[in-house]
């Protein structure tokens, strides 16, 4: 799998759950993996996609809007 599409698929997994930690245990990935292709991810497109603090975080607008894109790529690769 390219790094890009497992950025993908942690970035759909994490808009689901909104936590890395059960993101990283839903996908049986370290949790390290999940933040480095999510700053990979923010990196290669330039915004930010979540809001972070010690307690809590926030998917951005710009993944609001582009999870739709994603999850739409996901899908049809599936098929």
Do not use: W
């Amino acid at each position: 799998m390219s790094d890009r599409l497992q950025a993908y698929e942690i970035f759909a997994e994490l808009m689901d759950r909104r936590n890395f930690s059960q993101t990283s245990r839903a996908l049986n990935v370290p949790q390290a993996t999940v933040s480095k292709q999510i700053a990979a991810l923010e990196a290669s497109l330039g915004i930010q996609l979540f809001i972070r603090s010690t307690r809590r975080m926030y998917p951005t607008r710009e993944a609001e809007e582009l999870i739709p894109h994603v999850r739409h790529m996901l899908d049809a690769r599936a098929e």
